[in-house]
């Protein structure tokens, strides 16, 4: 069974320091792929960052990166230099990449992170 | 234009009453999901499509039904309401790894 354990609740960091919001992960699929997502209090997820596991190198998109550790089983985000719009509800989540018609894309979510920046 | 809408975007019934909720996409894609989020919970998989033929329960489907009337727009049913249906809704399409969400509808069933 696929699963993603988020075990930071909450989170504080002071604006302009970078932050790491930590993800593991568990899955027996050969071929996958992580993404987080950002949940303001609006409600809307939002796209941040996507990491396949076959990828050789961390993916990196503006202030965001991933930190995967594939051996390890983590793929944690960072975000540097927070800004104060930051703030929100960050969410892990993964889904088995396969060719053809058994690629479900179905996502499976961690529990997600509060994330609260200080000014 | 939003790529992905829903309707309503709040609604609130009452227990035993029939709902349904909408999702509209523009992007053309022939994957489409709903998923329904509890305060202080991840996303769960309610149901799934790959096409207007193909209907698959996801991992919370009891209590729900979902209608496929074309590629763009995937309809979620609740036929008799109950308050532990309370939640945000979320639709979303799909055309290969990533997805891309609606607005969310906030449901609450008194």
């Known amino acids: 069974a696929q699963k993603i354990t988020q075990t930071q609740p909450g989170m504080f960091v002071q604006e302009k320091e970078a932050v790491t919001l930590d993800c593991t992960y568990d899955t027996s699929d050969p071929s996958y792929g992580l993404f987080w997502y950002k949940q303001p209090s609006s409600g809307e997820m939002i796209f941040l960052i996507y990491q396949g596991s076959y990828d050789q190198q961390n993916a990196t998109e503006g202030r965001y990166s991933l930190n995967f550790q594939k051996a390890r089983k983590s793929a944690n985000l960072v975000i540097s230099a927070s800004q104060l719009g930051d703030s929100a509800m960050y969410f892990c989540?993964?889904?088995?990449?396969?060719?053809?018609?058994?690629?479900?894309?179905?996502?499976?979510f961690g529990q997600g992170t509060t994330l609260q920046v200080k000014p | 234009d939003a790529d992905v809408t829903q309707t309503p975007r709040n609604r609130i019934t009452k227990t035993g009453k029939r709902i349904m909720l909408e999702c509209s996409q523009t992007?053309?894609?022939?994957?489409m999901y709903w998923y329904r989020q509890d305060p202080g919970l991840g996303l769960r998989l309610i149901y799934y499509?790959?096409?207007?033929?193909?209907?698959n329960k996801g991992e919370i489907s009891d209590g729900y039904s979902v209608s496929r009337q074309a590629q763009a727009k995937f309809s979620l049913s609740l036929e008799s309401a109950i308050p532990n249906q309370t939640a945000l809704y979320f639709c979303?399409?799909?055309?290969?790894?990533?997805?891309?969400f609606g607005p969310g509808t906030r449901l609450t069933v008194l």
């Open positions: 979303a399409t799909s055309d290969s790894v990533e997805q891309f």
């Open positions: 499509s790959f096409d207007v033929k193909d209907i």
């Open positions: 989540a993964m889904t088995p990449v396969s060719h053809g018609s058994s690629n479900t894309g179905k996502l499976i």
């Open positions: 992007k053309g894609h022939d994957r």
